[in-house]
């Protein structure tokens, strides 16, 4: 593959959404998995984003390496991995209101002397005893 011109330039990098561009849930798009492969092997740079609060980025890699993508895990940056950055940077102590399936991308966060709040796709933590603490 070569590199394209747009509109007078040259493409140096893909970002590529995840869940519902490549994927759904347990489900490859058709043609995603050869797509993705010849963007990889063109002398673009190729990343991939997605916004899901629902896993951690250890178990999404795990889900699109099962359905037969070659992508690696240091490839990928979530919204979580945003949200751990940021949390990391201003040396935060969150509450985290988050499916179970994600808490371990803040493994190692104090969760003492709380003074922040990260909220994900959590339905299960949405009750009036977690949103009174967070609005404290």
Same mark, same amino acid.
């Given at each position: 593959m070569t590199t $394209? /011109?747009?509109? +007078?330039? $040259? %493409?140096?990098? /893909? #970002? /590529?959404? #995840?869940?519902g561009t490549i994927h759904v !849930?347990?489900?490859?798009?058709p043609g995603a998995i050869q797509a993705i492969q010849r963007l990889k092997d063109s002398s673009l740079d190729v990343k991939f984003v997605t916004n899901t609060t629902k896993e951690s980025k250890n178990r999404l890699h795990e889900r699109i390496h099962r &359905? +037969?993508? @070659?992508i690696q895990k240091n490839e990928i940056f979530t919204s979580l991995t945003a949200a751990r950055n &940021?949390?990391? !940077?201003q040396k935060l102590r969150p509450m985290l209101l988050l499916e179970d399936e994600a808490l371990e991308d803040f493994e190692g966060i104090s969760q003492e002397? %709380? @003074?922040?709040?990260?909220? +994900? &796709?959590a339905p299960g933590c949405f009750n009036y005893e977690k949103l009174n603490v967070a609005f404290r």
């Open positions: $394209r /011109v747009v509109t +007078g330039c $040259r %493409l140096k990098a /893909v #970002l /590529v959404d #995840l869940s !849930e347990d489900y490859a798009i &359905l +037969g993508f @070659n &940021l949390v990391d !940077e002397n %709380l @003074n922040s709040v990260v909220v +994900g &796709l």
